[in-house]
């Protein structure tokens, strides 16, 4: 198969997000239960995305081990999207330190990915790795075009077939994919960006977006706002096409502040547009402050998922 087939597998997902990538598994709240991963296949995704921070369960110093007990879990997360016949994205995720000093963290995580692409050599074909969750700060587009070719090489010794998926710099922003580098002769690669806007409207009342108390109350679904969305989703289908790689939308949601009606509208209109252009997708995220499922009653919040699934309800 080729990277688009490849794309194809991935298809519609959800992040399991709030759990393997806090500082450590239920710090913020979700701590992942089997039951989830049966939850997601049971209402038709077809893959998750896993953001794990590595970086909070290595040592500081060469050889910079990953802690053993960590990988057990993270085996145990992908076994469980794998045997449910879901294919599984795992990143490097909130590696905060190597976006405010990459230079000094540079050395960390290639060996951080040697160790885990080794790891998972004998994995099957549905399980991709995703090289770094939102470079950013002073992680710039130029540090990550240097820094790229030597964590493909990295996974290239164990991993000489896995599907790798990268985004671009700022935060995977979908403006940045034409300064994105990617070796020609590579052609195992998925090619990601994140989609949030309008902040404004995503992010309205969230802890960690300042000043974004006076959004709250911002509703989406004028004849703009849509025509925002498919402008944005034109020009990444259009690098796309001119690159031709595959798109991963790994990321999409709008946080529970939001009106539910809102919400649904715009999730609706995200994942559709995705589906236009033969995107796949992965929503932000399963079960804490954007989810889908109210982990608390144990079910889908209707009206999202209807909207992430494309069921009547939306129409």
Excluded at 147 to 167: A, D, F, H, K, Y
Aim: net charge negative; with cysteine.
């Amino acid at each position: 198969m080729d990277a688009f087939a490849y794309n194809r597998l991935l298809g519609r997902g959800i992040n399991l997000g709030d759990a393997l990538d806090g500082p450590k598994e239920g710090a913020w709240g979700v701590t992942l239960e089997a039951e989830y991963f049966q939850a997601i296949k049971d209402a038709g995704f077809n893959s998750v995305r896993i953001p794990i921070r590595w970086s909070a369960h290595a040592q500081p110093e060469p050889p910079y081990t990953i802690d053993p007990a960590f990988f057990d879990r993270v085996d145990w997360a992908i076994d469980h999207a794998l045997s449910r016949n879901m294919a599984a994205v795992i990143d490097i995720h909130h590696y905060w330190e190597m976006d405010k000093d990459p230079l000094s963290h540079t050395a960390r995580l290639i060996a951080l990915w040697r160790q885990i692409a080794a790891r998972y050599q004998g994995r099957p074909e549905t399980l991709f790795f995703e090289l770094f969750n939102e470079p950013s700060d002073q992680f710039t587009d130029e540090r990550w075009a240097e820094i790229v070719p030597q964590l493909l090489r990295t996974i290239r010794e164990s991993s000489p077939n896995r599907m790798v998926v990268i985004g671009p710099a700022y935060w995977n922003s979908l403006d940045h994919l034409p300064l994105l580098q990617l070796p020609q002769n590579d052609e195992r690669l998925i090619v990601t960006f994140h989609y949030y806007q309008p902040l404004q409207f995503t992010h309205q009342g969230a802890d960690w977006v300042p000043n974004s108390g006076p959004w709250l109350g911002t509703t989406w679904g004028t004849n703009q706002n849509r025509d925002d969305v498919r402008k944005d989703f034109e020009k990444a289908a259009s690098w796309a096409r001119l690159s031709q790689r595959p798109i991963y939308l790994g990321e999409f949601g709008a946080i529970g502040q939001a009106d539910m009606e809102s919400r649904a509208l715009w999730t609706a209109a995200v994942a559709r547009e995705a589906e236009k252009w033969g995107f796949s997708w992965s929503y932000w995220e399963f079960c804490a402050k954007f989810g889908a499922y109210d982990p608390t009653a144990r079910n889908w919040r209707q009206l999202l998922l209807d909207a992430l699934l494309d069921k009547q309800a939306t129409k």
